[in-house]
């Protein structure tokens, strides 16, 4: 029993230690789901006085009003016959507090920090743990006493807020409510009666506790309580004779103050029959064994939660990376590892494992096609733009046979214009590879771990993609240069000739500038630049694959991998200037997760035991 119930105590200090607890959280945690006794019980009703006989010391403040602000988390530790009796606080773990009458003043003191030395109250509890050989290993929360007023010096609400701070615990599933109700009060009217009625109507983790049995009024007693009888609990009731204020006054002990309880149940003629189970020390006892039952019942449940919550934060653990390597190899190693990451999330987009990359065929099926049909020949091959250019071109000769001239001035100046196009092509997929930069740059969580890297890859990959829009943008335009510069003969060899149509080739000269023949011009020039822009619509999308695509494909990061050879171990180390708040939650996961395997472990072990 003392084991299992160690194991308990053990994890919850754990738990404590790194925040693990939910007190103030609704969030199911590992403190929430360990069995643990929370003392319930209106001002004035005995509670200090039956946790000190419980613990056998006085240690707990004491005065009038409200004493107890905070609510006090305390562990029992039984340790070996012999040893000394210590104390210690998690708000000062390397302190040992062998003198009591200094625990009474730190609670105080510690009390007095949080809410300052007013009787307002606080629910961040503190946390105080008791070595000795003469206590059963237990788990007490004392909460502050339910009351019905304010007094001066509370807020009007102090009522409202004791009352919730007490619910926050006793309502959750795993809490056993240690109800006290003095004796010498109508049960009817006790505090701890009716809120644990109202948060455990069945009773199934209510017990209760009866003080001030010996103050009660000549010619009463509290036999049919303690029976049952006048109030059932499912358990039953223990009834407790503490110290007076007289015998603390007078300093009288604990072991004389047992000694006397046991002395009055044995030998009050309504009690004596009940003496057996009646008293401190019984009570000590029987919430040992109560609490041992109930976390042996709830063990199935606690190796679920700690299974579902260790599967999460290894999980988070994943995704927040590994701790940076502290010599320059690994710091190396885990740059370039990071980066080849970010390069296969990039090349999935291209490939179409992901989304974008169809982006790029929208601009070859549609944006193009529909620029280069914009493009306004109808100006270019105007009948006055033609008859200017054929003139001019004819110098002070004018042409014999066909203005070849002509034709390739007037070709040169419609193709030209499909350069716009064209290069507007280059920016689209300019555009959209950088917006997978960006996407990719997201979608690789071990980029979010290091902000400066982060920013370096970014700049470096859109540093790479300016460079692969210059190439890409030289050769497309090498492309519509190229049709300028070389005409296609067998398009003109193929068209019908005057004299073959039997026409008259001694027209005069001025009859060669007429509209008729003029028109025959612009539109042998408009079905070659048609078959230029046909030609182009098929190989602009091929340079800028070529130049764009496949290289980012292939060397997107080839520059940024060269620099970064060059850098010293200080300037990697800039690189993986982790987030602070990310290395301080890593942290925290991890400290977290070796609790909660210790845990599963020890409560694995302590199940396959039974």
Request: net charge neutral; glycine share 6%; proline share 4%.
């Amino acid at each position: 029993m003392e084991n299992l119930i160690s194991l308990v105590n053990k994890i919850q200090r754990a738990c404590t230690a790194l925040g693990d607890h939910g007190e103030a959280s609704a969030l199911p945690t590992l403190w929430d789901s360990l069995p643990a006794i929370a003392v319930v019980g209106g001002q004035s009703s005995g509670k200090s006085s039956v946790l000190e006989s419980i613990v056998g010391k006085d240690f707990l403040p004491r005065g009038s009003g409200i004493v107890t602000r905070r609510p006090l988390v305390l562990q029992l530790h039984k340790i070996e016959e012999g040893s000394r009796e210590y104390a210690e606080f998690l708000h000062l773990p390397r302190k040992r507090f062998t003198d009591f009458a200094a625990v009474r003043k730190e609670i105080s003191d510690e009390t007095d920090r949080e809410t300052g030395r007013s009787k307002q109250i606080s629910s961040v509890p503190i946390h105080l743990s008791i070595y000795s050989p003469n206590v059963v290993n237990l788990t007490l929360i004392d909460l502050p006493g339910l009351t019905k007023v304010a007094v001066e010096g509370q807020s009007d609400t102090i009522v409202q807020d004791i009352e919730n701070m007490v619910r926050s615990y006793i309502e959750k599933p795993n809490c056993i409510i240690l109800a006290i109700s003095p004796a010498n009060q109508d049960l009817a009217t006790s505090d701890a009666i009716r809120i644990s009625r109202e948060v455990d109507p069945t009773g199934e983790r209510t017990l209760g506790v009866l003080t001030k049995i010996d103050l009660m009024d000549k010619g009463t007693d509290a036999a049919e309580i303690l029976e049952g009888k006048s109030y059932r609990l499912k358990f039953p009731w223990v009834g407790v004779v503490n110290r007076s204020q007289a015998d603390i006054n007078k300093n009288v002990d604990m072991i004389a103050a047992r000694r006397r309880e046991r002395e009055y149940f044995s030998t009050t003629p309504e009690y004596k029959h009940l003496a057996p189970r009646m008293g401190s020390e019984h009570l000590a006892k029987m919430l040992s064994k109560h609490l041992e039952t109930v976390i042996k019942s709830k063990i199935p449940g606690i190796q679920s939660l700690i299974s579902k919550t260790v599967a999460e934060l290894e999980a988070e653990l994943s995704r927040l990376g590994k701790p940076i390597s502290a010599d320059a190899g690994g710091k190396l190693y885990t740059i370039m590892e990071i980066c080849r990451l970010f390069d296969g999330t990039y090349k999935e987009h291209l490939d179409g494992v992901r989304p974008g990359g169809d982006k790029i065929y929208n601009v070859f099926d549609n944006q193009l096609p529909a620029a280069l049909k914009r493009l306004q020949f109808d100006k270019q091959l105007s009948m006055e733009n033609i008859r200017k250019l054929i003139t001019e071109a004819d110098g002070y000769q004018p042409h014999l046979i066909a203005p070849e001239q002509g034709y390739r001035r007037l070709i040169e100046s419609s193709v030209i214009t499909i350069r716009g196009p064209a290069e507007a092509a280059v920016d689209a997929v300019h555009a959209i590879l950088k917006d997978l930069v960006h996407k990719s740059v997201n979608e690789t969580p071990e980029l979010k771990q290091y902000p400066a890297l982060r920013v370096e890859v970014t700049n470096a990959a859109s540093d790479s993609l300016e460079r692969m829009r210059e190439e890409s943008k030289k050769a497309t335009l090498k492309l519509v240069d190229m049709e300028c510069s070389y005409l296609t003969v067998d398009f003109f060899r193929k068209l019908p000739q005057d004299v073959e149509k039997g026409g008259n080739p001694s027209h005069s000269i001025f009859d060669r500038y007429n509209d008729s023949y003029l028109r025959r011009i612009g539109t042998t020039v408009l079905a070659y630049v048609n078959m230029v822009c046909a030609s182009l619509r098929n190989s602009i999308p091929k340079s800028i694959v070529y130049c764009q695509v496949r290289e980012a494909k292939r060397s997107f990061l080839d520059h940024f991998y060269t620099d970064l050879g060059k850098l010293e171990t200080k300037q990697l180390s800039s690189l993986l200037n982790e987030d602070p708040a990310i290395m301080e939650r890593r942290s925290a996961l991890a400290k977290r997760l070796e609790l909660y395997r210790s845990a599963q472990a020890e409560i694995d072990s302590v199940a396959w035991a039974k």
